[in-house]
């Protein structure tokens, strides 16, 4: 009996490994594809800071009216 309960404990050790590779790996791409959303420009005024734009022209529509100024995300 002690031959079946070791290789029970070893199976489900690499079922275990193999989750914690999976779930590291799908955790992996979301932060890549969130970084690669991560808005390239911002609107800064007095009162308010947003950096969600990722396009300049997408900036200038939300700045239009406003006395803020559009500019590139620093380390972008």
């Known amino acids: 009996m002690r031959v079946g309960a070791s290789k029970a404990n070893?199976?489900?050790s690499i079922?275990?490994?193999a989750g914690a590779s999976l779930l590291l790996t799908i955790m992996s791409i979301i932060w890549?594809?969130?970084a690669a959303w991560a808005g390239r420009?911002?609107?800064g005024t007095r009162?308010?800071?947003n950096c969600g734009f990722s396009t300049w022209h997408q900036?200038?529509?939300a700045r239009h009216?406003?006395?803020g100024?559009?500019?590139r995300k620093p380390g972008t």
């Open 69 to 71: 100024v559009c500019y």
């Open 47 to 49: 009162d308010y800071h």
């Open 32 to 34: 890549a594809s969130n």
């Open 15 to 17: 079922v275990a490994i």
């Open 59 to 61: 900036c200038q529509a």
């Open 41 to 43: 420009y911002c609107l």
């Open 10 to 12: 070893k199976t489900q």
């Open 65 to 67: 009216g406003q006395s």
